[in-house]
């Protein structure tokens, strides 16, 4: 592990975590849980394989990153965030809104992970009806799928299909991304090529505002 060789904090935790990758490594765990080698691969496009085992061995060796057997039927190594590692969650957030003045135009041929939307619906969704019942919401973009679920003011987000969702939007990420966060209105979004099915102004009970975070999770 290289050093900045300086007796100061910033640097100390750059020392640790600061390497390309490290931090998309932790957000990969922090959104996802213990996720196998594979897992992380998909959740990181891009980056080559011997390069993600240094990156893992290294998280390990500073007591961020642990590893595990699970037992069958899963039977392989699984990653996992230790009570460090979790640690920094506010740093990964505080980074995301940071950097959301970057997110303007992207760039032909970013990548997109439809599981990265757990950060952005917990910075931005408030559910100001959590009396009005669960609500689910689909999300397509690209050849994925999530589900937004509300239900009693916890707000989940969990992977794959949605069995009967109260609204299903479909688009490219640039338009779901700017429609959840506030940046697109409904008739933005259209124009960009959103297409939805259900009743759009259900997004109204979940009005993004600049709030600190809400209890968001990416549901298992």
């Keep these: 592990m290289r050093s900045y060789g300086q007796y100061c904090g910033v640097a100390r935790a750059l020392d640790a975590v600061g390497d390309r990758w490290n931090l998309l490594i932790v957000r990969e765990l922090l959104l996802r849980g213990p996720c196998r080698y594979t897992d992380l691969q998909h959740g990181l496009p891009g980056i080559a394989t011997n390069l993600l085992a240094e990156r893992l061995r290294d998280l390990e060796a500073v007591g961020v990153v642990s590893r595990q057997a699970a037992p069958p039927p899963v039977a392989t190594t699984l ?91 479909s688009g490219d990420p640039q338009t779901i991304l700017g429609l959840l966060v506030g940046r697109l209105s409904p008739a933005e979004a259209r124009r960009r090529g959103l297409r939805s099915h259900g009743d759009i102004g259900l997004l109204r009970r979940f009005r993004p505002e600049h709030r600190p975070p809400a209890s968001v999770r990416l549901a298992p």
């Design 79 to 169: 990653f996992e965030l230790t009570e460090s590692g979790r640690e920094l969650e506010p740093v990964l957030r505080a980074l995301g809104r940071w950097g959301s003045r970057f997110m303007g135009e992207s760039p032909e041929g970013d990548a997109f992970r439809v599981h990265w939307l757990a950060f952005p619906v917990a910075e931005y969704w408030v559910d100001n009806d959590p009396e009005a019942g669960p609500l689910s919401i689909a999300v397509h973009t690209g050849e994925e799928a999530a589900v937004i679920e509300a239900s009693g003011g916890q707000l989940d987000v969990r992977l794959g299909p949605a069995q009967s969702p109260d609204l299903v939007l």
